[in-house]
């Protein structure tokens, strides 16, 4: 039975980001290098030398996480120390950074696999950190950039203020528009 309102047509599909299409096969592709490199090296010389390289990993990997981990727990606990003695914590030191770099190469030592071994140990050099780091932080400094609003990165963006000394500060930005009525009084920001 018909009432003459139109059926909804079915909106379109947005189309699929290329990371949700290639990181799939990506994956596979580094797990089928990983068993067959595993495989080959097995072959040349024996199953006994590929435990002990796997084992040599996890247990390096283990060491990486553990040290970068409480690197990071005693940086934390000094600005805090900081911050409750009244100080304003100490600006950042040129090689203060890289604990998640070293915990990603740990976790990587930690993953079976020869490649993931040598990414990892790649991860642990401080000119790799220093490049890898910086190159993250522009990709993401331009994404955000980038950003549409409404989205994510809009967010973002919408809550990244500068001060003129160049931290950043969280906060909301409310524009009062002309003909507006007068809305009930803001709490006053705190830090």
């Known amino acids: 039975m018909t009432t003459g309102a139109q059926t909804p047509s079915t909106p379109a599909r947005p189309r699929r980001s290329r990371l949700r299409t290639f990181l799939p096969l990506g994956l596979a592709a580094w797990l089928v290098l990983e068993i067959w490199l595993l495989t080959v090296v097995a072959g040349a010389s024996s199953g006994l030398v590929v435990f002990l390289v796997l084992l040599a990993g996890l247990v390096l990997g283990s060491v990486v996480i553990k040290r970068a981990g409480r690197r990071a727990f005693r940086k934390l606990s000094e ?50 950190q220093k490049a890898v780091s910086g190159s993250a932080e ?33 906060g909301e930005v409310i524009r009062d528009e002309p003909g507006d009525a007068p809305t009930e009084p803001r709490p006053p920001l705190t830090h």
Do not use: Y
């Open 79 to 128: 600005a805090l120390q900081q911050q409750q003695s009244g100080e304003m914590p100490a600006a950042a030191r040129p090689n203060s950074e890289g604990n998640g770099l070293m915990m990603l190469g740990g976790l990587l030592l930690i993953i079976p696999g020869l490649v993931s071994d040598a990414v990892g140990l790649l991860l642990l050099l401080p000119p790799v």
């Open 138 to 170: 522009r990709t993401f400094e331009r994404k955000l950039r980038e950003a549409d609003p409404g989205t994510l990165g809009g967010a973002f963006q919408q809550a990244r203020m500068h001060r003129p000394d160049g931290k950043v500060v969280q």
